[in-house]
């Protein structure tokens, strides 16, 4: 079965700080990885990860991913308050619809002044 | 409208009653999704339309959960003899085309209550 695991579950840090969150999964036929934020209700997109080695990058916020060891990270450097929200992993497999993305459970950041 | 709307935001139900929850996707997305997230969990892929073509119902958790899309406008979720284990945020997502970017849009969500 398809599976997505995320640590940690919850992080508390100071503005400035860097976090990295981690997302490991196991999936029948990998296709990519992405990453979504979730401030409050609606996840919005963050990058889309299909090739090892290669990092994303947009702004403070920046993941790669390694497809030998199945798993991926996110960097977020001088953390602000803004940054608050769940951050949620999901793979998608290569079948033959595309469409079931597999998510994780979310870690939830909380960026204190 | 500019994003994907869903009603209602919130719904409070009874135990056994029956409830629809909408979703109006971006004009123009052709394929609709609809995500379940209990409190504290991830997103659970419930069903999938694309287009005219035959919806993908591989996650609907039991026969009380059923969607109908019209074409490739607004899409309605039913839930019938609703269980608290039902109370959760239900998500709707449209995208251009099922041709693979990683972009959904999501809606708000419509968070469910059944007492």
């Known amino acids: 079965e398809d599976k997505v695991v995320q640590s940690p579950l919850s992080l508390v840090v100071h503005e400035g700080d860097t976090v990295t969150l981690n997302c490991s999964y196991e999936v029948t036929n990998f296709r990519s990885l992405l990453w979504y934020k979730q401030e409050k209700k609606a996840p919005t997109f963050l990058f889309m990860l299909t090739s090892s080695g290669i990092e994303k990058k947009s702004g403070r916020l920046s993941s790669i991913l390694d497809k030998k060891e199945l798993f991926s990270i996110l960097n977020i450097t001088a953390t602000q308050t803004g940054d608050s929200a769940v951050y949620l992993c999901a793979v998608v497999p290569r079948n033959n619809y595309g469409q079931n993305f597999v998510f994780g459970p979310g870690t939830r950041l909380s960026a204190l002044p | 409208g500019a994003g994907v709307s869903q009603s209602p935001s919130n719904k409070v139900t009874e135990k056994g009653k029956d409830v629809e929850l909408r979703c109006d996707p971006i004009?123009?997305?052709?394929?609709l999704y609809w995500y379940r997230q209990r409190l504290g969990q991830g997103l659970e892929f419930l069903i999938y339309?694309?287009?005219?073509?035959?919806?993908?119902k591989s996650g609907l958790p039991s026969d009380r959960f059923s969607a109908e899309r019209t074409g490739e406008s607004v899409s309605t979720l039913t839930i019938q003899r609703t269980q608290q284990e039902d109370s959760a945020v239900y998500l709707c997502?449209?995208?251009?085309?099922?041709?693979?970017?990683?972009?959904?849009?999501f809606g708000e969500g419509s968070r469910l209550t059944v007492l």
């Open positions: 339309f694309q287009g005219n073509s035959a919806p993908d």
């Open positions: 004009s123009g997305h052709t394929a």
């Open positions: 997502a449209s995208s251009l085309t099922s041709g693979f970017t990683g972009e959904l849009f």
